[in-house]
């Protein structure tokens, strides 16, 4: 059974930056695109970013600018790069990978406070 595991996660301040890492533990076929959505308590999951097998990407609005998905095909992995972060990013942070069948990671958490 292919996992996702997802890291990089933690606390900073506002302003800053974490890189985050999502890594298959093993290989994926018929990927369509990787996403990496995020869930506040008490609010409802979002899409944060996608990146398709073909390299088109899409941010939330909201995101634009200051996060960047990336992706390393040999080794399995999608990273989400966030800088300038504020407050309201706080949340937990999972991976999502849509392929012949679909996985999920298990989160990391991401705070950003003073």
């Known amino acids: 059974q292919v996992q996702l595991v997802e890291s990089g996660g933690g606390l900073v301040q506002p302003g800053g930056s974490l890189r985050l890492s999502c890594v298959a533990s093993?290989?994926?076929?018929?990927?369509?695109?990787m996403d990496w959505y995020r869930q506040a308590p008490g609010k409802q999951r979002e899409l944060v970013a996608q990146i398709t097998t073909g390299g088109n990407t899409y941010y939330k609005d909201s995101v634009k600018g200051r996060f960047t998905i990336s992706r390393d095909n040999a080794k399995n992995t999608v990273y989400l790069q966030m800088n300038s972060l504020k407050p309201e990013d706080t949340a937990v942070y999972l991976c999502?990978?849509?392929?012949?069948?679909?996985?999920w990671g298990q989160g990391t958490q991401v705070t950003v406070s003073s």
């Open positions: 093993g290989s994926i076929f018929s990927i369509r695109h």
């Open positions: 999502y990978w849509s392929a012949y069948q679909n996985y």
